[in-house]
């Protein structure tokens, strides 16, 4: 045991790179974060990975003061994937786009939730392609006007938290760029959390898709937008916290707190419901609903490197006088 553990600040994790994104971005905010949320975790400096593909927010490693690597187009998670079975004991943060996760790399993503690697995703949406200069991505709402579609996108974007839970994802959770306090929170809990963690993270990009999210950061509004999520308490929402959300039937319905309703008859969040996190994912392109922040969805599940390391473990012991560099090192063919 070191007598004399270093005491890590935010300041340790900035690397001595120009940050540049462009001013206004909401990716600032979420490097913040981050930087501010990794001394606190009681992590080795050396032992935190930021992997990342392409795209504005995938440039993310080289302003992290940690080993990194930014890869290619869509496939971070293979990078990520492996590196977590060389040394499961890293903690590996891969950082991804809407663009990035969603169309080219969408099959690395899914599977990636699926084997339920300990791997945190944070995935930035903007709801555009920032990087190539402003054309529609997967995440676009219907009709979204932009070079590659000047006459509106005819695309049904993806629901992201919806492909999450058909991957079998174990960890689901939605944050926003502006509310800074509840994305370190919701970072903190992807953390604690053992298997992959995907948390969506709304981002303006104020150059090309300015105000995607303004209806839950205004600060006049925000209150009747924002569903905010919390451990087995109710659905409400609202500025004078008067409006919450039943079951009618199998459909969500908003009510009015008052004489007709009370709490009582409102929804308690339980992420441990399947069938619940559905349905709040299915709020994300309904206008007349708040859209749901906060843990969606957690399950606990083995981890796949847990899984792996006890096949090889049961295999040795099946063969304990095994040679493997003197079987690769024998004929070109042998049995098993």
């Known amino acids: 045991m070191d007598s004399n553990p270093t005491v890590l600040k935010k300041k340790d994790f900035v690397s001595d790179q120009e940050v540049r994104w462009c001013p206004g971005c909401g990716d600032y905010v979420i490097l913040s974060q981050v930087q501010k949320l990794f001394p606190e975790l009681g992590i080795k400096k050396e032992d935190f990975l930021v992997v990342s593909g392409i795209g504005c927010s995938s440039r993310f490693p080289y302003y992290m003061n940690t080993y990194g690597f930014h890869s290619i187009h869509g496939r971070a998670p293979g990078l990520a994937s492996g590196a977590k079975i060389a040394n499961p004991n890293l903690s590996v943060w891969m950082i991804t786009g809407d663009g990035d996760a969603m169309s080219i790399g969408g099959n690395h993503f899914i599977h990636l939730l699926r084997r339920n690697f300990d791997i945190n995703v944070l995935m930035f949406n903007n709801r555009i ?45 939605r944050a926003l760029d502006r509310e800074q306090k509840h994305m370190n929170s919701v970072l903190r809990k992807a953390h604690k959390h053992k298997g992959t963690s995907f948390v969506e993270i709304y ?7 300015d105000g995607a999210f303004s209806d839950l950061t205004d600060k006049e509004i925000k209150m009747e937008t924002q569903l905010v999520l919390e451990e087995d308490k109710p659905l409400i929402f609202g500025k004078e916290k008067n409006k919450g959300i039943k079951l009618n039937g ?27 996190a559905m349905l709040l994912s299915d709020l994300t392109y309904q206008p007349e609903f708040p859209k ?12 796949y490197e847990e899984l792996l390391i006890n096949q090889l473990e049961e295999a040795k012991s099946r063969m304990p006088d095994a040679d493997f560099d003197k079987l690769i090192r024998s004929s070109h063919t042998w049995e098993i």
């Open 129 to 173: 392609y920032g990087l190539t200069k402003g054309q529609y991505s997967p995440t676009s709402e219907v009709g979204k006007k932009t070079k590659s579609s000047p006459l509106g996108s005819l695309d049904y974007p993806f629901n992201p938290p919806s492909l999450a839970l058909g991957a079998s994802a174990t960890f689901i959770a």
């Open 203 to 209: 981002q303006n990009c104020n150059i090309f898709n």
């Open 292 to 303: 749901p922040i906060g843990v969606l969805y957690e399950e606990k599940k083995p981890t």
């Open 250 to 276: 199998s459909q969500f319905e908003i009510v009015e707190i008052g004489s007709n309703f009370t709490q009582d008859d409102l929804i308690i969040h339980n992420p441990k419901d399947k069938n619940l």
